[in-house]
């Protein structure tokens, strides 16, 4: 892993996602119809939440490998908080909290630039 890390110039809480294949192009679709659902979902959320002010440039969407329907959600709240996710669509249709933590900025995700 670290020679991994070192060679794409990744930070060590850089999200790695591992497949067993690629999704064709209707579950990407579906993928795509899910996000924008779970966005959704998430924005009328916060809107009820008078304790969160998020920046959505600063918001991560990840669909959960291998688990259809579960979506991974971070994004800071202040400068030193970090709140992690799960959305969950549940078998009405309807996308659900099902797990929130939140954390210290320092443990939270990140994303390296890799430099030339």
Known sequence: METLLFQFGLNRTTPVIIADQMPN???LNQIESDKQAVLTRINRWLQGQSQYQVDW????V???PGEKGLYYVSFPVQQD????QYW???VSGQWQLVYENTQAAHHAP????KTP
């Open 25 to 27: 192009s209707s579950a």
């Open 110 to 113: 990140t994303l390296s630039q």
């Open 62 to 64: 990840y669909a959960y």
């Open 81 to 84: 908080l970090w709140v992690e």
């Open 57 to 60: 440039a600063k918001v991560s």
């Open 88 to 90: 969950q669509e549940a």
